[in-house]
């Protein structure tokens, strides 16, 4: 069974930095495109950023560009998210998700695992 | 960015009876090279995390109960939960994987009436 357990959140103040991470198992983790997604309290989901296989490609949502960065160690199962410049409007719990397999336009890009999530408040 | 509305907002209905959930693009997320909707249905209980229900539009994801449907192409999708249980309780949402970013409904909250 496909296991995605997230932890690094906590409480910060903006302009400070965070790195959350998230320990894969149960799957070949180095097969899979890996996302961040976040919630913020009381909120829908959005999609933060993205990393294939081997981390050589990513993609970032707008609104986290220049300032967030995902990377993994495929050796150690795991996907990070590195934040940086966090915002108040930054604070939401994080998902660490699994894409579908193959992550092509025959096989699509939906996300077919998430962890339980970690939560990060930004506040002063 | 394509965006995704749900309607509606919030929704009650009573138990056994059928639930309706809509979601409206404001783009084509169909493809016709693939034949396929690139649009898929999340169900979200209280303190859980997202749960995969339908893909493709209208297919079931594994283990997924056969009273929840999805149907629709194009712009215009549903969700149908036939005979609502007490368990269905939840925020439901759409989510288009046709063009990035993905993006995802503002989310319809299911109770009980």
């Known amino acids: 069974e496909m296991q995605l357990a997230e932890s690094g959140g906590g409480l910060v103040q903006p302009g400070e930095s965070l790195r959350l991470s998230c320990a894969a198992s149960g799957f070949v983790f180095s097969t899979y495109w890996m996302s961040w997604l976040r919630q913020a309290p009381g909120k829908g989901l959005e999609w933060v950023a993205n990393m294939n296989q081997d981390g050589t490609k990513t993609n970032y949502v707008d609104s986290v560009k220049g300032r967030f960065t995902i990377s993994r160690d495929n050796s150690k199962n795991s996907l990070y998210l590195q934040m940086n410049s966090l915002k108040v409007e930054d604070t939401a719990v994080y998902y660490c998700?699994?894409?579908?397999?193959?992550?092509?336009?025959?096989?699509?890009?939906?996300?077919?695992?998430w962890g339980q999530g970690t939560l990060v408040a930004v506040t002063s | 960015d394509i965006v995704l509305t749900q309607s509606p907002d919030s929704l009650a209905v009573s138990l056994g009876e059928r639930a309706t959930v809509n979601c409206r693009s404001s783009q084509n997320v169909f493809y016709s090279a693939t034949n396929k909707n690139y649009l898929a249905w999340y169900q979200q209980k209280a303190g859980q995390s997202p749960k995969l229900l339908v893909y493709?539009?209208?297919t079931r994801e594994s283990g997924v109960p056969d009273r929840f449907s999805g149907s629709g192409s194009g712009t215009d999708f549903t969700l149908t939960i036939s005979s609502l249980q007490a368990e269905d309780v939840a925020v439901y949402y759409c989510?288009?994987?046709?063009?990035?970013?993905?993006?995802f409904g503002q989310g319809t909250r299911l109770e009980i009436k």
């Open positions: 493709w539009a209208s």
């Open positions: 998700a699994t894409q579908t397999p193959g992550y092509n336009i025959l096989t699509g890009y939906w996300f077919s695992s």
């Open positions: 989510l288009q994987h046709f063009a990035f970013p993905i993006t």
